[in-house]
């Protein structure tokens, strides 16, 4: 069976810290796409990031980094110099080849002021 | 370009009412998504379709549900009798033949459901 889990439910900085939401997931398929969205306030789930199995190089995009390590079975999510406006739930996320997303319950993070 | 649009946006209503969520997805795209958002179970996909046909409904939770898509523009998602159990923010998402083999999805913003 596949399954997603963020075991930091919810973490609070302060603005301009770097701070790291973990991500684990299980899988017995050997193709498979791991995803971050995000959901602010407003409550819509915001598309961040694809990884297909097959790629295990990190990525960089602005302040937001990933790390993926399949030795571990993790999918790392690190906001560097944090922002308020980064302060949402973000959701890690696992499917095989589908739109059919197994997600993680989630990570409250706070950027406070 | 317009997103995924989702209707109402908030509905409260009692339990037995009839309850029709409705969605138009991304123009050009093929798949549409029905998603369950719960404290209790998180985020849980309901039923999806491509190119209109049902493709995999194991997520509805009874015959209480039902979801259509009678054209390539618009999806209903129907809760007929509605319980408090129900209560719930869902998610409509689409894509496009590029992106479908991915599981890169467009969400729109949800529909929160209350059922008292």
């Known amino acids: 069976a596949q399954k997603v889990t963020q075991a930091q439910t919810e973490i609070s900085v302060v603005e301009k810290e770097d701070v790291t939401l973990d991500c684990v997931y299980e899988?017995?398929?050997?193709?498979?796409?791991l995803f971050w969205y995000k959901q602010p306030p407003s409550g819509e789930l915001v598309f961040l990031i694809r990884?297909?199995?097959?790629?295990?190089h990190n990525e960089i995009s602005g302040r937001y980094s990933w790390n993926f390590q399949k030795s571990t079975s993790s999918f790392n999510f690190t906001i560097t110099a944090s922002q308020v406006v980064d302060s949402a739930v973000y959701f890690c996320?696992?499917?095989?080849?589908?739109?059919?997303?197994?997600f993680g319950q989630g990570t409250t993070l706070q950027v406070k002021p | 370009d317009a997103g995924v649009i989702q209707s109402p946006r908030h509905e409260v209503t009692e339990m037995g009412q009839e309850v029709t969520l409705r969605c138009k997805p991304i123009?050009?795209?093929?798949?549409l998504f029905w998603y369950r958002q719960t404290m209790m179970r998180g985020l849980e996909l309901l039923i999806y379709?491509?190119?209109?046909?049902?493709?995999?409904d194991s997520g509805m939770p009874e015959d209480r549900f039902s979801a259509k898509m009678p054209n390539a523009s618009f999806s209903t998602l129907k809760i007929q009798p509605s319980e408090p159990r129900d209560s719930a923010v869902y998610f409509c998402?689409?894509?496009?033949?590029?992106?479908?083999?991915?599981?890169?999805?467009?969400f729109g913003e949800g529909s929160r459901l209350t059922v008292l």
């Open positions: 998402a689409s894509t496009d033949r590029l992106r479908e083999g991915t599981g890169e999805l467009f």
């Open positions: 899988t017995r398929d050997t193709t498979y796409y």
């Open positions: 990884r297909n199995s097959f790629d295990e």
């Open positions: 996320a696992l499917s095989r080849n589908t739109g059919k997303l197994i």
């Open positions: 123009s050009g795209h093929n798949s």
């Open positions: 379709f491509n190119n209109n046909v049902p493709i995999d």
